[in-house]
């Protein structure tokens, strides 16, 4: 039974705002920003006769994962800039109307974007949208000016009272504990990557450190954004082998890539 004031709008507010807004006393959203929110797709292990299949076909698991992301394949056709544009087209007209449908009219112009879809990373909305119809809600399309002890001052001088402000802006990508790694010259990856464009070869080796591989979501451009990350941490864990197995096989050696190969892979 609090005042909470939530910064942000993209996964984790939203996921947040929808959980929270039952519970609070009011609810002030600030948003600076527009995301492109979606419908939130059905769980197919939901479904009685998904677990039935499941625990009683073979190789169904392989089907229904195949199946998953060839579905979400798709929508790398809109990557392309022209041949893409009838995908995007569709995509933001589906997100538009989604938006249009769950959320209150007076929000409509501060919730729908004014850029092309898949610009920036999709937003899945599982409640969210429809949270803002409650009176205890209350979107601000604007960031805040300044924080007091008590409140949260809009741009305007209004003070929002705030007994608890949860910031939901994102996170450094360059301060994860691994980046503290450290090359034999005293060379650290964050800094590394401070000095030059962050990035690595296929998103898994960095030039001055041999030996070293990434992996997963630690990979930079290694999240598509439009399918499931797993199938990039497979690829990498696959070339690791490659190149890695032989070195741990004779227990001597290493491998670097040049600084060449990663400058022209970004």
Known sequence: DKNVVVVGNACTATQIIAEIAPKVKSLTQFARGKQWYIPKPPNLANYPRIQW???????????????????????????????????RKARMEESANHMKNLAPAKYHDALIPDFEIFAKRRVYDDEYLKSLNSEKVDLVAERPARITSTSVVKQDGTEVAADVIIFAIGFDTTTNKFTEH??????????????????????????????????????????????????????????IIRLAGPIIRAKKGSVRVTEGAEREYQ
């Open 53 to 87: 299949m499941t625990e009683n076909i073979p190789s169904i698991h392989t089907f229904i994962r195949n199946f998953i992301f060839f579905a979400t394949e798709y929508y790398f056709a809109a990557m392309y800039a022209e041949k893409g544009k009838e995908v």
């Open 182 to 239: 450290f090359h034999s010259n005293g060379l650290s990856i964050r800094e590394y990557w401070r000095r030059s464009n962050m990035g690595a070869y296929l998103g898994t080796a960095l030039a001055p450190f041999p030996n070293l591989f990434l992996l997963g979501t630690a990979s930079p451009n290694t999240a598509s954004g439009h399918n499931s990350v797993l199938f990039t941490a497979e690829c990498t864990a696959n070339y």
